[in-house]
């Protein structure tokens, strides 16, 4: 990190190592992109008729955009304009709802002749812009209702218009921000909050909903005996309670027991103005409803498609040949790489078009398959690199804007990262988005590109004036 | 604040990142699932079809084999541009064709991917063989052998059933045996034998390298496996007996069955009109011809149908009245004209000298004479009621292998019905039936039904005095052993003592000589000493069945036969002549009688059958 504070000049005052990280990913992205078609219809890898050259013309009009962003663009526009382009993105977002082109199930595509283009792609750029602009206004706190509402609205409605165009994965994303909300003030309980119910809908499903509900009640009980003195006594109090009740097994019983339970708690609450405990109350309270509720979300809310890859997922359903084809396939071809791969272009599995969607959605594959795990660790590392790289600049940024600017694209990347790779390694339902700057395909090349750039020049901005 | 938050969170990524790395970790070395899995998915599987067994006839004739026959196989991703008008000249079949099915394979190539598809089924082979030696101008197109069924005699089409590819309902019933392309038996013998005929496919084991090209054997081919061939199977059938039964009984309805007494051994099973062994071969392209058929050849009457046994039935009755000492063989009776049941009801007979014994009431068929006999049973004081009488006679009749199914290895048997005193209650009401409401019973009408096999079943019993092997079909081979109780005797609830009383009334049937009133006359052949009983059944859709069971010859019987004629008149006119030609050709090999034969072979009965 000495860039930043031993020279000023050009050389160093962008961030080079950040765009060789970028530059690292997008090659080995096309590598793999052209392993995975070479074999079912061989060319070369400059041929535009297969992905791989397609993707060489996306590389280089990426490029093309980065140059753009870096030299020519004014820095500025990014903040001041960060409202326009957002609510022109947002129309943009309820628009191709309506005159959007269908591809595969999704009404999330402009088609103009040949040339094909996502709007949520770019969405996660202007909420992010926008998100920096009203976070960083003075006077700014989480805490109050009116800021803490407004963002939600800034961060729900490209979600609501993503999901109503039936991208649940790009929608998924938008769940990133709350990290750069965390990171700006928000409670770390409410996290914490999200990962019990996440807990809970899984315990919900593959086990059942009382164990979910001792989960709920072991997990309040030990937030809160970390929150007082006499730790030991009580831990084994709520020990044994949460033991009695999962001896009993009577749902009944323990709800019967939670109810009563809860007039006390709020009273104690009360005496000791311990708003602590009023808020496990409360959390305590939603967290059952949602436990009862889990199964109607899961049969009436979730669409057929996504309760299948749930259920297979969680092992509910085997259905290797069905919705679990693609998870299976491509953890075989994973599976089959071993520890150094197969090496490059002698992969099998993905060739051979055992895996769908291989040089977009699953382009992991060909990574693991090829390069095996020292190729897979290697290509994590650069991501962590890449992302710790953004938040350790965005720390580092004398202006909110930059900073709050710089964890969206780490949140965003990270969502991306893990949801991906961890989709073609079976942790993750099959949610279909790419893999930044890797998995082929121009808007989502595009995106990433204009979103790492402009951070780049942001970060670059304050370089030149500090 | 900040910094503390910006540690978790980077904690946080790291532990995100470790957990992605560690299931990789799992996934590549830990798990070895997911290798083998892999390479299954390398491994090319060339699966070797076995030949399926031969079916023989007793003799050791071939009546179904197999022969060579050649699939056009096209893998649509190894094609390149070939000259279209060359191949369909070759091929002998159209351009249009050869372009038409290139274009769906262009449509489906996803979902064929690397697969290999059927073009064209079973050409012949000088096609194959002037196409194979162009075949390298197209590559990506390949011939693939395979034995088809092939049929030298034309006998036992019924019997032997066909072979056809398998269906998705097929392959959901036998799981894990069956994949789409393969064949199986799905009627006869080629059905119920499936699993021996079938034999075990094989399989080679290439690899392929990342272009999808067979680079070499896997292993040097030791985990290779040969395909196991069917086990042959031989019937116990006499093809020539068969194919001469199948023209004794062309353009008529009926069945003809012949067994060898003492084995059970089914020597010819003809049910008419049948399917030839040519459609067999060819089932697709005949299929709906013969579901069309108002004849229904696909129905195997001779195990599927019953019939009223009519005359010859009074054969059994005789022998249980014997059994139950209501009757002696000395015992007269009086007919005129037949048997007066009530005051103003008569069962009719025919004209012939009255009163008669019992050899001479079987020789004249007298239907009056078993009525008093089967009533002196019913009525025996010996039982509380007609009711408990009849259970007895029951259970004499099934003794007989009527009423059930004899477990003969035919797959769709059925059983029959014999009326017990529940049939009657149930008609009639408890109580409210006497013998005068059922005495049709006596000559075998009513509601007693027997399959064809059934009443060849009963010839064979009395031609052994009391016993039957369970008829079948398959016999002992080298390397198939069939169910020990086909080789076991079945015993009859009649003594084996007063079978001698009834057969010589059977011998005179035939051979006492025309004049002497003898139904069967007909069937006579001379030093053949042929026993045998005419049936004429009612037949409540036209004309009577002509019915004829016999034996030969009369001493240590090689041969019983029963010959069911539908709409055909008396038993004397159309059964007993085919019945006795059938027994002439199999124990003397040769026909003495040549216009009966002439007769019997021109004879077309069709026009008499009502069909719906």
Redesign the interface.
């Known amino acids: 990190m000495g860039s930043y504070s031993s020279s000023r000049g050009i050389r160093h005052s962008y961030d080079w190592k950040l765009i060789g990280i970028y530059l690292a990913l997008v090659l080995i992205g096309l590598a793999n992109i052209y392993s995975s078609v070479i074999?079912?219809e061989?060319s070369s890898i400059f041929d535009t008729s297969v992905r791989s050259g397609m993707q060489c013309i996306w590389i280089a009009t990426s490029f093309g955009l980065a140059v753009l962003i870096l030299f020519i663009i004014p820095a500025r526009i990014w903040e001041t304009g960060s409202i326009p382009f957002y609510l022109g993105v947002v129309f943009l977002l309820f628009a191709v709802i309506f005159v959007g082109s269908e591809v595969k199930g999704s009404h999330s595509w402009f088609s103009f002749g040949a040339v094909k283009f996502q709007p949520a792609e770019i969405s996660k750029i202007t909420t992010s812009l926008v998100l920096a602009l009203i976070m960083s206004q003075p006077g700014f706190k989480m805490a109050k209702f009116g800021d803490f509402a407004k963002i939600a609205l800034i961060i729900g409605l490209p979600m609501l218009a993503i999901l109503a165009e039936k991208e649940t994965g790009s929608a998924l994303v938008y769940i990133g921000f709350l990290?750069v909300l965390?990171?700006e003030?928000m409670s770390?309980w409410i996290l914490t909050f999200i990962g019990i119910i996440i807990v809970l809908f899984i315990v919900t499903l593959t086990v059942s909903p009382f164990t979910a509900i001792l989960v709920l009640i072991s997990a309040i009980l030990a937030f809160n005996l970390l929150q007082t003195s006499h730790r030991a006594i009580n831990i084994l109090i709520a020990a044994a309670v949460i033991i009695a009740l999962a001896i009993i097994k009577s749902i009944n019983l323990t709800l019967i027991l939670a109810l009563a339970a809860i007039p006390a708690l709020l009273y104690y609450a009360y005496r000791k103005r311990n708003s602590f405990i009023i808020a496990s109350v409360i959390a305590g309270v939603v967290g059952i409803l949602f436990v009862f509720s889990t199964d109607i979300i899961f049969n009436k809310v979730l669409g057929d498609h996504q309760r299948k890859r749930i259920e297979v997922l969680l092992g509910m359903k085997e259905d290797p040949s069905g919705v679990g084809y693609n998870v299976?396939q491509s953890?075989?071809?994973?599976?089959?790489?071993?520890?150094t791969g197969?090496g490059y272009?002698?992969?099998?599995?993905t060739?051979?078009?055992?895996v769908p969607e291989q040089s977009t959605d699953f382009i992991f594959c060909t990574v693991?398959e090829e390069w095996?795990?020292v190729g897979?660790?290697f290509v994590?590392s650069l991501?962590?690199m890449l992302?710790?790289r953004i938040?350790n600049d965005a720390?580092k940024s004398r202006e909110h804007f930059t900073r709050i600017y710089g964890y969206c694209v780490a949140a965003c990347l990270?969502m991306h990262l893990?949801i991906n790779?961890?989709m073609t390694?079976?942790?993750m339902p099959v949610i279909g988005i790419p893999l930044p700057m890797m998995s082929y395909g121009g808007s989502s090349l595009w995106a990433f590109t204009i979103m790492i750039f402009i951070f780049l020049v942001l970060d670059h901005q304050e370089k030149k004036y500090f | 604040m900040a910094v503390e938050r910006r540690g978790k969170l980077i904690i946080g990524l790291i532990v995100a990142c470790l957990i992605l790395i560690i299931k990789i970790f799992v996934i590549q070395i830990v798990d070895d699932k997911y290798k083998i899995n892999s390479s299954n998915n390398s491994m090319v599987y060339e699966i070797i079809y076995p030949t399926r067994g031969v079916i023989y006839d007793r003799n050791g004739e071939i009546l179904v084999g197999n022969k060579m026959a050649y699939d056009i196989m096209v893998t649509p991703r190894e094609v390149t541009p070939f000259d279209t008008l060359l191949l369909a000249k070759t091929l002998g079949t159209t351009p249009e064709f050869i372009r038409s099915k290139m274009a769906e394979y262009k449509r489906d190539r996803k979902k064929i991917g690397f697969q290999s598809v059927v073009m064209m089924k079973q050409v012949d082979a000088d096609t194959y063989t002037s196409f194979a030696e162009i075949s390298y101008l197209f590559p990506g197109i390949k011939g693939q052998t395979r034995s088809i069924r092939y049929y030298p005699v034309n006998a036992g089409g019924n019997l032997l059933g066909y072979v056809s590819e398998v269906d998705g309902d097929y392959i959901k019933k036998h799981p894990d045996e069956y994949r789409p392309g393969d064949y199986a038996g799905k009627t006869g013998i080629e059905a119920s034998r499936e699993n021996d005929l079938r034999g075990e496919k094989g399989y080679s084991i290439y690899l392929r390298n990342s272009k999808n090209q067979i680079q070499s054997r896997y292993n040097d081919g030791s985990l290779d496996k040969e395909a196991v061939p069917g086990k042959d199977i031989v019937t116990t059938i006499d093809a020539t007996l068969q194919q001469y039964g199948q023209n004794l009984m062309k353009n008529k309805v009926g069945s003809l069955v012949a067994i060898e007494p003492e084995t059970g051994e089914i020597l010819a099973l003809i049910s008419s009109p049948g399917i030839d062994v040519e459609q067999l071969g060819e089932i697709r392209k005949y299929y709906s011809k013969i579901a069309a058929d108002p004849y229904k050849p696909m129905f195997n009457r001779a195990v599927q149908a019953y019939y009223p046994p009519g005359s010859v039935f009074k054969l059994v009755n005789g022998l249980i009245c014997l059994q139950e000492g209501t009757l002696k063989e000395t015992d007269v009776y009086p007919c005129y004209k037949g048997y007066t049941y009530a005051t103003d009801r008569k069962l009719g007979c025919h004209n012939h000298a009255s009163p008669l014994s019992l050899q001479n009431a079987i020789m004249n068929s007298c239907n009056a004479y078993f009525c008093y006999a089967l009533r002196a049973m019913l009525e025996n004081r010996k039982y509380s009621s007609i009711g408990e009488a009849l259970e007895k006679w029951n259970e004499y009749v099934n003794s007989f292998g009527f009423g059930h199914k004899l477990g003969s290895d035919f797959p769709y048997e059925l059983s029959g019905t014999i009326p017990s005193s529940k049939t009657y209650n149930k008609y009639y009401g408890k109580g409210r039936w006497r013998f005068a409401t059922i005495v049709s019973i006596s000559i075998g009408q009513g509601e007693i039904g027997a399959t064809p096999l059934q009443i060849a079943n009963l010839s064979a019993i009395i031609a052994n005095r009391g016993w039957y092997k369970i008829p079948h079909l398959i016999k002992d081979s080298p390397n198939l052993t069939i169910d020990p109780k086909y080789k076991e005797k079945v015993y009859t609830m009649v003594d084996t003592t007063q079978f001698q009383k009834v057969i010589p009334g059977m011998w005179k049937a035939v051979n006492a000589g025309w004049g002497s009133g003898a139904t069967a006359s007909i069937a006579s052949v001379p030093g053949l000493d042929i026993c045998g009983k005419t049936g004429t059944a009612q037949n409540p859709h036209g004309a009577d069945n002509s019915v004829f069971i016999c034996f030969a010859p009369m001493d240590n019987p090689k041969i019983a036969v029963a010959a069911y004629v539908e709409n055909a008149g008396f038993g004397a006119s159309w059964a007993a002549p085919i019945a006795s030609l059938l027994v002439e050709k199999y124990l003397n090999g040769e026909i003495s009688r040549p216009e009966l034969e002439d007769r019997v072979l021109e004879g077309d009965l069709m026009s008499k059958v009502k069909v719906k």
């Open positions: 074999s079912s061989p990290f965390y990171r003030g770390g299976n953890m075989i071809a994973i599976g089959s790489g071993g520890f197969k272009l002698e992969g099998t599995q060739s051979y078009g055992f693991g095996g795990f897979c660790l994590i991501y962590f992302i710790l938040i720390e990270f893990f790779i961890g390694i079976g942790i």
